[in-house]
């Protein structure tokens, strides 16, 4: 149990906001040194935020503490889509603290909901996280205590980075004693230790051969037709080159014939903490760069769309060889068997292509990938080129995305395009991004295009400097009708944590209604003020066509 009496304030809420994210994929922290608006860090799902508020109070809240805990709260309430908001604090509630928090907070901030998240639900979240419990205790950390009673400080990395980089060398010099001939060079690559077995010289495989035998079976009925095809694709990668990874339970045997000491080392391969295998030939380090193109072609050969590839690895095996190949955006890689002319009939090469993700590609070089794997579901035929000649044509292999994934894809891209034409800045391809966020895209993305967009919100929330509210009252009643038109001079649009200024924007909408009028006639100056306009039933917003910003 951590003591949080004793910690550094900032290191705690640092270690908070680094265990939510842990906890929330896509919550977006906020730096409050010029105002984090009420928000230390928030999440957005469907339209709708929870809203985290953050601190290292460790003891009985002060009520200079207590003001300005409701002060953020206060000011979080003016975001229009909060829905609930979360105290996270090392403090479990006294009985008082509790009256006040499920009251008068409570009271203050219905209907959005509140909730305290104390010490206890802290400490059972740092409980399995060495990593956050040393972070907040620094030199003090038990880990580290215990380490130093047995001599022990490099073996958890007590020195940070210098230890790591003595501990990662020790490893490798340990590792290459093991062989005269080979080197084993361990890695981890998502999660999983990989270990590289790599000839130390030209006549290593000479003087210490190893052959390697892969048998495939299963007890399981159920994985019958998954062998099959492993096995299918195990002898393709024999006659053409290339690489691929089994899974264990697949594997009925992997026998290495070598020699007694080399084969010592080895083992039984598919004995303790294995997951699968990564089997591979050697790439090609003199074959050269192409470029060609992945095309889609309809009736006479027309091709219908196009775009760029570029091969970037090859990998022979007996019978020829397979191209590694990318699109220019690098989020379509595709795999070319390519046989020589002794290539026995029986085998039949097979083009595969790996599609996306796309997530931090340039839109409009994904755009040109994503017609031509639309045409070919619509039933032309794929086809890769390589200079003039044809390297491969046929109807689309199988493992694409789903239709309607790719059509909702393309629809993303187009309106992200339309965004980048207008502002003029380079866009990429967002990984996680909300409902909320693609709504709201669309809809500017349309109105660039020149329609009248009717938002998805039947509501206007109107900041009013204190001071100013009367006079918005009297403006209000001065309308010369129910229509409400409102324009904002410098309008900016948020995606995936970047900033795109859109210019003036204009909204209209034909009957609106001032939800809070009495709210703001008894309102308190020196508290923020916020005007709530809803549309009259069956109207609506409308945001007008946006003009294209003038040439400099």
């Known amino acids: 149990m951590l003591n949080w009496h004793d910690l550094d304030p900032q290191k705690v809420e640092r270690a908070i906001k680094i265990l939510l994210r842990e906890l929330y994929p896509g919550l977006r922290s906020m730096n409050g040194s010029g105002g984090d608006g009420g928000r230390d860090a928030y999440l957005l799902d469907d339209g709708k935020m929870r809203v985290f508020e953050i601190k290292s109070h460790s003891r009985t809240l002060s009520g200079g503490q207590r003001r300005n805990i409701q002060r953020s709260l206060e000011v979080a309430l003016t975001h229009q889509q909060i829905s609930e908001w979360v105290l996270v604090i090392p403090h479990d509630h006294t009985p008082g603290e509790e009256e006040w928090f499920t009251q008068t907070l409570a009271t203050l901030a219905a209907p959005v909901t509140v909730e305290w998240w104390g010490r ?3 400490d059972g979240q740092f409980a399995s996280r060495e990593d956050l419990i040393r972070y907040v205790e620094g030199p003090d950390s038990r880990l580290l205590k215990r380490a130093q ?170 019978f020829g060889a397979t191209l590694y190949a990318r699109d220019e955006s690098g989020g379509l890689h595709l795999e070319l068997p390519v046989p020589d002319p002794s290539a026995p009939a029986h085998l039949q090469p097979a083009l595969r292509l790996e599609v996306g ?47 309607a994934t790719l059509q909702n894809l393309a629809g993303l891209v187009a309106n992200l395009i339309t965004l980048q034409d207008h502002t003029g800045r380079d866009i990429t391809v967002p990984g996680d991004v909300s409902t909320h966020e693609l709504r709201a895209l669309d809809a500017i993305a349309r109105a660039i295009r020149g329609e ?12 009013i400097a204190p001071d100013k509210v009367n006079e918005f009252l009297h403006a209000h009643a ?74 400099n």
């Open 120 to 122: 206890d639900w802290l």
């Open 149 to 318: 009673q047995h001599g022990m400080e490099q073996a958890v990395l007590a020195g940070g980075i210098p230890d790591l980089a003595a501990r990662q060398t020790g490893l490798g010099e340990r590792a290459n004693e093991l062989s005269p001939f080979w080197r084993f060079e361990p890695a981890t690559v998502d999660g999983q230790t990989v270990i590289h077995v790599q000839p130390k010289n030209a006549e290593s495989a000479e003087l210490d051969p190893i052959a390697v035998e892969v048998r495939f079976g299963s007890s399981d009925a159920s994985d019958q037709a998954a062998i099959e095809l492993t096995r299918a694709t195990y002898d393709q990668l024999l006659a053409f080159g290339g690489q691929m990874s089994v899974e264990k339970r697949y594997l009925e045997a992997i026998d290495i014939t070598a020699s007694e000491e080399t084969g010592d080392m080895f083992g039984n391969l598919l004995s303790g903490p294995i997951e699968s295998i990564e089997l591979g030939t050697p790439p090609d380090t003199d074959a050269p760069t192409r470029s060609g193109f992945l095309e889609a072609v309809g009736a006479g050969s027309r091709v219908t769309a196009s775009t760029r590839i570029t091969s970037y690895e090859l990998r022979r095996g007996k």
């Open 357 to 403: 993700p796309f997530a931090g590609c340039l839109a409009d070089l994904v755009q040109s990938t994503l017609e031509v794997l639309l045409a070919v579901y619509e039933g032309d035929e794929i086809q890769i080129r390589f200079g003039r000649g044809i390297k491969a044509r046929g109807k689309a292999p199988s493992g694409l995305p789903q239709l």
């Open 452 to 463: 009248s967009v009717q938002l998805a919100t039947e509501e206007l929330a109107l900041n």
């Open 478 to 551: 001065s309308r010369p009708g129910p229509g409400l038109r409102m324009s904002v001079e410098n309008a900016t649009f948020q995606l995936n944590g970047q900033t795109y200024q859109l210019g003036p924007l204009m909204y209209y909408a034909p009957n609106m209604q001032l939800a809070n009028h009495e709210a703001l006639a008894n309102h308190t100056p020196s508290t923020p003020a916020v005007a709530r306009y809803v549309a009259a039933e069956g109207t609506g917003i409308y945001l007008l066509p946006i003009q294209s910003p003038q040439p």
